[in-house]
């Protein structure tokens, strides 16, 4: 059974720059999910994907900011003009929603740690 | 303006010992907890849920208990073991009616030693 993954899992980059992630989630979940996590702190909803609609954003995400799914499966997210603040960790995690009543448990990937310079 | 508070950084104890890590939330309108495991470079590992209409849920050596009145939910290990050594972080969700966005705590670093 693979789980979550991401890629890369670490990334560099000079402010100014454009990054992109990418997240693969558990192959028949429906449901796809971003955080950002930063030193000291849990980690903080970004946005999330029903298949492949994107059904919120948080505030934290700002316009600099966008996220796809395009074929509701792998996702996306993309940090233009990246600058320091926005180093973290950025976490995906995926569930898979039979529009039950109750809490979907989200299973999480490693993480992509990005370290803008 | 933290909805989920965890307000000890860190627990150390003994191999074999309980181990309570313990979370308080704000937010009313919160129904679902959950504790996730975090170990370094990997992601949080889901461990155990509650929902606000039961008050225990146990889980091996996993127990969550849960003080609706007192907005307050507890993590019991038992026993310890070194290999359950990590950073753990109690979540909520239900806000607004929605089940998918998880607000999270701070976390708690529990260092069990052998």
């Known amino acids: 059974d693979t789980g979550v993954s991401q890629d890369p899992r670490h990334k560099i980059t000079k402010r100014g720059q454009n990054v992109t992630f990418r997240c693969d989630p558990i192959?028949?979940?429906?449901?796809l999910y971003w955080y950002r996590q930063t030193l000291g702190q849990g980690p903080e909803f970004l946005t999330y994907?029903?298949?492949?609609?994107?059904?919120?954003k948080s505030r934290l995400l700002s316009d600099r900011f966008s996220a796809e799914r395009p074929k509701g499966s792998f996702s996306t997210l993309e940090i233009q003009r990246t600058e320091q603040g926005d180093s973290a960790m950025y976490l995906c995690?995926?569930?898979?929603?039979?529009?039950?009543?109750?809490?979907?448990?989200?299973?999480f990937g490693p993480g992509t740690r990005l370290l803008v310079l | 303006d933290q909805q989920v508070k965890q307000n000890s950084p860190s627990l150390s104890v003994q191999e074999g010992r309980i181990s309570i890590l313990n979370c308080d939330y704000t937010?009313?309108?919160?129904?679902?907890f959950l504790w996730y495991k975090k170990y370094p470079a990997e992601g949080p590992t889901f461990l155990i849920s509650?929902?606000?209409?039961?008050d225990k849920n146990e889980d091996g050596r996993f127990t969550v208990f849960l003080n609706k009145s007192a907005k307050h939910l507890s993590l019991h290990i038992v026993p310890s073991q070194p290999g359950d050594s990590a950073v753990y972080f109690c979540?909520?969700?239900?806000?607004?009616?929605?089940?998918?966005?998880?607000?999270f705590g701070k976390g708690t670093l529990l260092t069990v030693n052998p």
């Open positions: 995690a995926s569930s898979l929603s039979l529009g039950l009543a109750g809490v979907e448990t989200q299973y």
């Open positions: 994907f029903q298949n492949e609609a994107q059904l919120e």
């Open positions: 509650i929902s606000s209409i039961k």
């Open positions: 192959s028949e979940h429906n449901r």
């Open positions: 979540a909520a969700s239900g806000d607004g009616g929605s089940n998918y966005k998880l607000t």
């Open positions: 937010n009313s309108m919160f129904d679902y």
